[in-house]
């Protein structure tokens, strides 16, 4: 009894191992070479595939999916003879597994040799400016070469990459100074940018605003300028309005003249020669005496449209004596300030009066 279980344990588990030497399941994106009795008999692909016992062997489980691999730092010299350390980093993808497996013992090994002969001939024709500058022309050189080499070992290259190119320490440091002056170039470059558009700007508004500025002060001088039209317009109605005397204006001449001399601005003032034939006129009247009132009236009047007296009224001399003697003492002050704010005049000059033949005493 013992001996037929045992026989039974021995048939099962041969079975067991019988079923799994014969049943195989690939799974996808993978391939399985299979020798029979020591040579190739066929690949199998993704699925359920059934082998003879003891008789076909799996030789190799290959990937067909893309696969990367990443070398380590190689040392390489330029055309201008200096050593830079380049990383590169392979994707590949295996498109014939019998070959990936017959052709070369470790296309792994072979891929990495490869790159890095590759990559000696590429870079040796550079220089160390053109290295850096080139990345894309570098892969692409090393793609073709690497692709066209392990063709034949069923490996097809997809890309390759540059990970790091490190020059030597000293070449890092110029390498610095030169990206630290180009950054304080540009930098520099817009300021100077900055600064002129802001001076620009500033001038625009600067010219905006004394634009304004006079514009404004034209405009003010023209409402001035119209202002005084009408003020002396009105003036000039209201004194023919009221039929002024030459003797009148000659006594108002008179009235305003200190006021004339007391300016700063004025280093000289002149007298009319018809303040001094107003003057005869009215020291000839008074000669005649207070008897012959109707000598005031002889002169002739403005002639106007509308007649008024209203303005003659209160502009009429109450007393022609009296009003000479005012005449002539304010002439004589502002003959005194006048002669006291133009000195240069007054040095070579004396101070203008009028005639002593032209104005006559006042009677006793």
Do not use: C
Not at 99 to 119: S, W
């Amino acid at each position: 009894m013992p001996t037929t279980l045992i026989l039974l344990a021995i048939l099962l588990v041969f079975a067991i191992v019988v079923i799994m030497r014969t049943v195989r399941i690939v799974p996808q994106q993978t391939s399985l070479i299979v020798e029979r009795l020591g040579r190739y008999s066929r690949t199998l692909e993704g699925g359920i595939h059934f082998l003879i016992p003891f008789v076909d062997k799996v030789r190799a489980n290959v990937d067909l999916r893309e696969q990367v691999v990443s070398f380590p730092p190689q040392p390489v010299i330029t055309s201008d003879n200096l050593v830079v350390n380049i990383d590169t980093v392979i994707y590949y993808t295996v498109i014939d597994s019998r070959a990936a497996v017959y052709e070369i013992a470790n296309f792994i090994q072979g891929i990495e040799q490869l790159t890095v002969t590759t990559l000696r001939n590429v870079i040796g024709s550079l220089d160390l400016e053109q290295t850096l500058t080139s990345r894309d022309q570098i892969n692409s050189q090393l793609r073709g070469a690497l692709d066209e080499a392990t063709g034949r070992w069923g490996i097809r290259v997809n890309r390759v990459e540059l990970k790091a190119i490190d020059p030597p320490l000293s070449v890092q440091e110029s390498m610095e100074k030169q990206m630290k002056a180009e950054r304080d170039r540009r930098a520099a470059i817009l300021n100077a940018e900055g600064v002129k558009q802001s001076q620009i700007l500033t001038a625009e508004g600067e010219k905006q605003s004394q634009i304004l500025r006079a514009e404004g002060s034209a405009q003010a001088r023209v409402l001035e300028a119209e202002g005084q039209a009408r003020a002396i317009k009105q003036v000039f109605d209201a004194i023919h309005r009221g039929k002024p005397t030459q003797k009148l204006l000659a006594y108002q001449y008179l009235q305003v003249l200190p006021q004339i001399a007391r300016g700063d601005s004025n280093k000289m003032w002149i007298i009319p020669s018809e303040l001094t034939d107003a003057l005869r006129g009215i020291g000839g009247m008074l000669g005649k005496g207070e008897n012959d009132p109707g000598q005031m009236d002889s002169e002739e009047f403005v002639e106007v449209a509308e007649p008024e007296s209203s303005a003659f009224e209160a502009l009429a001399l109450p007393d022609a004596k009296s009003a000479l003697e005012e005449a002539r003492g304010q002439a004589a002050r502002s003959t005194k300030e006048a002669t006291a704010h133009s000195a240069p005049v007054s040095a070579t000059q004396p101070p203008i009066r009028p005639a002593a033949d032209a104005v006559p005493p006042p009677p006793v």
